[in-house]
């Protein structure tokens, strides 16, 4: 089935600078999630069990890798309405600049949008870890009879001034709102939230960048060329003069923004019980099937990780970390809290062996190496006896095989790690 009224249009956000290096030479939700999945597949997911299945990705920055993906990986039937379009950024007659921010970015895509029927569109963003119920906040939003519905997080007074924060009414209707206010500012700001949550402290409703609007609204603020963010001018701007509705979510969300939000994301997946449920098979995670073996671990003591298909690992320790797919990790390698993001191809034992004459290691981790705090992204090669411990006490640096950022060892993707190099 497919839910004819919502049109999801999902933005793929600016360059990413604060999570280079992985933005370096991909898009922010093309990075890899998990060992396996991209982010832009968390909101596709999430509206495909909602059965919203039209759906734009407007991307703008290194887009390919994230084209190719969306291309190989979400192919509908070739009769039904269903599809995810990729709307790259374009100069026209009418607009010769590229995407300016995210309501920028949805106005310059209209022209391809309203070539579809629909009454609610829903913008997503495509760099954030969430399972929602879009079903449910739509009909929250019907029901209220709201013009613009916002998703909101109820959170605690020191995480409420990293955000937008929303004040409500008894009825859910948001009365005005602050940009990450100061700690001074937030008396009064408090909104009614439910006993759970009230008995966390987490009194606060921040934005989610999550929005839907009626299709006749969305025209006409589309139409005013000047404003060209949702959270810093839409929004404001529509509170007062419009229905707009708060949606209180209470489950985990998080915003990939950072190389420390993205590194606590992934390692978080090897908590026992995790706050992202990859095994919900109510709300799975969709994507691009592979043709891989099962991994081939030998020898190697495992505790909470992650291995993802078609590895092959001889290390004698993994704690805490997950193994993406395709990785090769040798012989007496120790591995804790580590990102391993895996390798595009598998290299045959010839072209290993004629790289070690030169001196190259192969794709993976070699023998006897000790990684404890770091991400190691996708082709990378680590020689033998490599020591990469990460932790708050180093400075952040940037060479030109890795980067450290927040006490996170970042190995670059097809960079290279001589033998023997130590960071500890």
Not at 110 to 123: D, K, P, R, S, T
Not at 124 to 134: A, C, E, N, P, R
Not at 289 to 315: E, F, V, Y
Request: net charge negative; aromatic share 8%.
């Amino acid at each position: 089935m497919i839910n004819k009224k919502v049109l999801a249009i999902i933005l793929g956000g600016g360059q990413g600078s604060r999570l280079s290096p992985l933005t370096d030479q991909r898009s922010k939700p093309a990075v890899s999630i998990a060992g396996k999945y991209r982010l832009v597949d968390i909101p596709i997911s999430n509206c495909i069990h909602c059965d919203i299945k039209r759906m734009f990705v407007l991307t703008q920055f290194n887009s390919a890798s994230l084209n190719r993906h969306i291309k190989n990986t979400y192919t509908f039937s070739t009769f039904s309405e269903a599809f995810v379009d990729i709307m790259a950024a374009e100069q026209t007659p009418d607009n010769k600049t590229w995407f300016q921010g995210t309501a920028d970015a949805v106005r310059q895509s209209m022209h391809h949008v309203l070539n579809h029927e629909f009454e609610y569109a829903l913008i997503l963003s495509g760099d954030q870890l969430y399972q929602m119920d879009l079903d449910d906040m739509l009909d929250h939003h019907i029901r209220k009879k709201a013009e613009i519905s916002i998703a909101t997080l109820p959170v605690n007074a020191d995480d409420a001034t990293g955000f937008g924060i929303l004040k409500t009414d008894d009825e859910s209707y948001i009365s005005s709102f602050v940009e990450k206010p100061s700690a001074e500012q937030l008396k009064g700001w408090e909104s009614e939230v439910d006993d759970e949550m009230k008995s966390q402290e987490r009194n606060y409703l921040a934005s989610m960048g999550i929005y839907i609007f009626n299709r006749e609204l969305l025209v006409e603020l589309m139409s005013n060329p000047n404003t060209v963010d949702f959270g810093k001018e839409i929004i404001p701007q529509s509170i007062g003069k419009n229905k707009v509705l708060a949606y209180q979510y209470k489950g985990y969300w998080t915003d990939i923004g950072t190389i420390a939000s993205f590194f606590e994301a992934n390692i978080g997946l090897t908590d026992e019980v995790p706050k992202f449920d990859l095994f919900n098979t109510s709300k799975n995670v969709l994507t691009r099937p592979r043709i891989l073996p099962p991994s081939k671990i030998s020898g190697t003591l495992l505790n909470k990780s992650m291995i993802a298909d078609g590895c092959i690992i001889n290390a004698k320790n993994i704690e805490n970390s997950v193994i993406g797919i395709r990785s090769r990790i040798g012989k007496g390698c120790d591995i804790k809290s580590t990102y391993m993001i895996g390798a595009n191809v598998y290299q045959e034992i010839d072209e290993i062996e004629n790289d070690k004459k030169e001196g190259i290691p192969y794709i993976g981790v070699g023998e006897n190496c000790v990684i404890e705090n770091a991400i190691i992204d996708k082709d990378a090669r680590i020689g033998n006896n490599v020591v990469l411990k990460g932790g708050k006490h180093l400075k952040d640096v940037a060479e030109e095989a890795y980067v450290i950022k927040d006490g996170i060892i970042v190995v670059k993707r097809r960079a290279i790690i001589p033998e023997g190099f130590t960071i500890q």
